[in-house]
């Protein structure tokens, strides 16, 4: 039997973490990292399987969703910056860095580019405070940013698009 | 040897593995904020260099955890030398030959740091006594560095009450933030009865500024796994919880490295050292809720529920994880259980202040020279932190403030920094000693940004469950917006300062509780920076409160 009437194999997956934690519903927030993983951003129907196969109510899995930052509910871009806004980014000049930032891509932090290239994003500290500003480039951090440094990550995103198109 | 473990494993693990030492080693930190500037590929290059110069049988390279000084970093250093170790700093991967050319005494022309400079001297390493200097995802090391001899000496020679007492007279308050003694904390734990009873460690570091918490999970994992094993057995436990922010994958990894190593020698598990006491250990990740550093919040979150608090009592202590009594402490509480019994309360009590004992790990940031980690015993003067370890401010500039406690803390003037780093001083300048952010800031800084920035942050992160926050916070951000956009009077002052006292005494929890301190702390020694952004009172109207 598939785990989800698309035959999608990601659910499978998901499904065999759910095991590992018994289908206990105090995992639901493990279950959803898991999930934002294989998926990428934890859409409406996906949060109803976790529902589920939990046994919980829909309300209880969407209202823990949408209380973590750290859940999306939308889709991201292809690449992801991340401007870590803490204390000691701050006054070293993250606010600059993130304007940079959304100058160049035309969007606010929080939202995503139209062509789904690109999604800019905030922190509130990643504790890399001694290297400060830092900047989370797909994952990596990245030193002592300044704007132009960002702006030059962006250009180097934006490069491989232009050519093919 | 899996399964069952004695006092005597350790030894012959710890022997096992001091055999296997070379005569140099080249530490190279692996830490987060070394790892963003390619630590992966110096190690690599060292390896790489090593083999090729057929040094293997005198050269270690070793992953190591946080060498604390952050801002020089990638740090790598180099132990076994005649006079003493070297310390290079700003590495990269190409230095990797120039580096084995230090290790055979040739010129090597590389920039090392000077081990004699205050940020290095001024140190007191107990919690961090490893960090820097162990691998953390080998178990041999820890075990080799003294590791699991604290446990084994607990479980096998005392009771836990006597636990309880030892932790109680070593006079270690929480690290967290708010100070509360841990030995009372595990006392009422282990007095409330219950089936079942659990330990939680809350490693949920949120305060923007501070990455104490990362560096000693990520460098030392053992350490917090054995203090709450510890913990466990004074207070009756038999599970753990490590709460850790998913913003730290590094941490995360290592300790679930940490927590499979444990389990295959037998230190976590059933039977530990073939006593009754089974204790057992799972990770639960956070997901970037501030809120979740509150105790209360913490427990519904891992719980798989919205991390919103409930009023106190009943407390976690009495009613805590599904109404079990429940024990929460700090990464840095529980990482200083182990020092405290190897060697004695009586030396543990003797080092600090009068009522703040032991030693506090700062991060050290913001516009100061020298970035980074510091382990400092209380009692220390905020002048020798930042001027002597941090080296001032940043290019000729003056230091301003020291922002302490992050959100929950308040901004200290520079005529201030002869205080002594305790609970009881900063809390008598309206700032908090907080979990250990240190945030320098200089004379560009404006104070009233600061306060905007700080309830920008709270504003966000209220959970929304208590009025006074929820909408407090919002009404208190607009109107530091109103007064940085000029366009505020004598009377929006008044109003924030009432909202202020209004969102302190009525909040359900310690974030809305100590939300106003930036403002008030700001309003306290900069005043003239908010007067300064002011209008003057429309004409006809309370002519009183002009200025």
């Excluded at chain 1, 951090?141 to 698009?161: F, G, I, S």
Aim: hydrophobic share 40%; charged share 20%.
């Amino acid at each position: 039997m598939t785990a989800h009437a698309s035959g999608d194999k990601r659910f499978k997956i998901l499904e065999a973490h759910i095991k590992k934690f018994q289908a206990r519903q105090d995992a639901l927030i493990e279950v959803l990292h898991k999930a934002q993983e294989l998926f990428g951003y934890l859409e409406d129907d996906l949060l109803l399987f976790v529902a589920h196969r939990l046994k919980l109510p829909p309300s209880r899995v969407y209202g823990v969703a949408t209380f973590y930052h750290f859940f999306c509910l939308k889709p991201q871009g292809a690449h992801t910056c991340v401007v870590c806004l803490g204390t000691a980014c701050y006054v070293k000049g993250s606010a600059k860095v993130l304007a940079a930032a959304e100058a160049a891509a035309g969007i606010k932090s929080g939202e995503t580019t139209p062509d789904s290239q690109l999604s800019l994003l905030t922190a509130r500290c990643i504790g890399a405070c001694a290297i400060a500003p830092a900047v989370v480039y797909d994952g990596q951090v990245a030193a002592k940013q300044t704007p132009e440094m960002v702006l030059a990550q962006l250009e180097k995103w934006r490069e491989p698009c232009k050519a093919t198109t | 040897m899996e399964g069952t473990m004695q006092g005597d494993d350790l030894a012959a693990i710890a022997e096992k593995h001091q055999g296997s030492r070379r005569k140099y080693c080249l530490r190279t930190c692996m830490s987060a904020g070394c790892m963003s500037s390619r630590a992966d590929a110096i190690k690599k290059g060292l390896d790489a260099e090593v083999k090729a110069q057929g040094l293997e049988g005198e050269v270690e390279v070793r992953r190591v955890g946080c060498m604390g000084f952050c801002g020089l970093g990638p740090l790598v250093g180099l132990d076994g030398m005649k006079e003493r170790e070297i310390l290079f700093e700003h590495v990269t991967p190409e230095d990797a030959p120039a580096i084995i050319r230090a290790v055979q005494a040739k010129d090597h022309g590389l920039q090392v740091a000077d081990p004699d400079h205050p940020f290095f001297s001024k140190q007191m390493r107990v919690v961090r006594a490893n960090g820097g200097i162990i691998d953390p995802e080998r178990i041999e090391d820890y075990v080799a560095a003294n590791g699991y001899r604290a446990l084994y000496h607990v479980l096998t020679d005392i009771r836990p009450a006597e636990v309880v007492e030892e932790i109680t007279r070593s006079g270690l308050r929480g690290r967290g933030g708010a100070g509360f003694p841990t030995g009372l904390k595990w006392g009422t734990v282990a007095k409330s009865p219950g089936a079942r009873k659990f330990v939680v460690c809350n490693g949920d570091e949120g305060d923007p500024g501070a990455y104490m918490d990362r560096s000693i999970l990520e460098s030392d994992p053992h350490l917090v796994l054995e203090g709450m094993a510890i913990a466990a057995y004074a207070v009756g436990a038999d599970q753990g919880f490590l709460y850790v922010r998913a913003e730290y994958p590094l941490a995360i990894s290592r300790l679930q490295t940490a927590i499979r190593q444990a389990k295959q020698l037998g230190l976590l598990g059933g039977g530990i050292f073939e006593t009754p006491f089974t204790f057992n250990v799972d990770i639960r990740i956070g997901a970037g809720a501030f809120v979740c550093g509150e105790e209360t919040a913490l427990m519904a979150s891992v719980e798989g529920r919205r991390g919103t608090p409930r009023p106190r009592p009943p407390f976690p202590a009495e009613r805590g994880l599904w109404g079990c009594p429940t024990l929460i402490n700090n990464v840095e509480t529980f990482a200083n259980i182990v020092p405290i019994i190897n060697r004695g309360a009586a030396w543990y009590a003797g080092i600090g202040t009068e009522r703040s004992k032991g030693t506090k790990v700062f991060a050290l940031t913001g516009k100061v020279q020298n970035n980074g980690l510091i382990e400092v015993p209380m009692g220390i003067t905020l002048r020798q932190i930042v001027e002597e370890m941090g080296g001032g401010a940043i290019g000729g500039a003056k230091v301003k403030a020291v922002q302490t406690g992050g959100p929950s803390g308040g901004c200290i003037p520079a005529e201030y920094l002869d205080t002594s780093v305790d609970y009881e001083s900063l809390t008598k300048l309206g700032s908090i000693m907080g979990s250990g952010g240190m945030v320098v800031m200089d004379d560009s800084t404006n104070m009233v940004e600061i306060a905007r920035f700080y309830m920008d942050f709270c504003r966000d992160e209220s959970c929304g469950k208590c009025i006074p926050c929820r909408a407090g916070t919002v009404q208190m951000f607009e109107l530091l917006e109103k007064i940085l956009s000029r366009k505020a009077t004598a009377r929006d002052i008044a109003m924030l300062e009432e909202l202020c006292d209004l969102v302190k005494h009525t909040s359900l929890c310690g974030l809305g509780q100590t939300a106003p301190n930036p403002v008030l702390s700001t309003l306290r020694f900069f005043r003239n920076e908010y007067t300064e952004l002011l209008q003057p009172e429309p004409a006809g109207e309370c002519a009183a409160s002009g200025q």
